[in-house]
């Protein structure tokens, strides 16, 4: 075998010229003028103008805080204060029963996770089972004689 008896197996065909007179001449089937005539054109999706038109939450994480953090617990806050008027002594506090009283309201179908902050004075002992307090409303607590279970 020699270099001059080498021969292609497939032909080498060249891209029809498009734009030089021929079979597609004149648009070379870009339509029109204007926008349309111009090489890399696009046109604006309508979805596109409706999603600029929503309002927007302003400041960096304000839509992502909601889907990107989904295993953070989101508290109920209840002051001192509402309990000392909602319950009796010796009575039994807990994520439930705030929500029977109307304290909290429920999320999600199901009883919130609770946190007693230290707004008011509480002078009757509770018990207090499945909540979680602030550094100021714990001092509080265990000052009126309160007991903390673990949930």
């Known amino acids: 075998m020699q270099l001059n008896s080498l021969a292609p197996t497939t032909k080498n065909r060249k891209n029809a010229p498009v ?9 070379s089937g870009r339509g029109g003028k204007g926008q349309t005539a111009r090489a890399g054109h696009k046109i604006r999706p ?18 992502r805080s909601r889907t990107v953090r989904i ?14 008027m909602a319950y009796n002594a010796g009575e039994r506090v807990s994520p439930a029963s705030l929500v029977r009283k109307g304290l909290v309201r429920r999320t999600k179908g199901r009883a919130p996770h ?4 230290g707004t008011g004075e509480l002078t009757k002992a509770l018990v207090f089972v499945g909540v979680s307090f602030s550094t100021t409303a714990r001092t509080a607590v265990e000052k009126s004689g309160s007991s903390i279970a673990a949930a």
């Open 114 to 117: 609770v946190k007693v902050l």
């Open 19 to 27: 734009g030089r007179g021929g079979t597609r001449g004149k648009t």
């Open 46 to 63: 309508e979805v596109r103008d409706l999603i600029k038109k929503l309002p927007k939450r302003r400041g960096h994480g304000k839509n």
């Open 71 to 84: 295993e953070r617990k989101v508290f109920a806050p209840i002051n001192i204060g509402a309990l000392e």
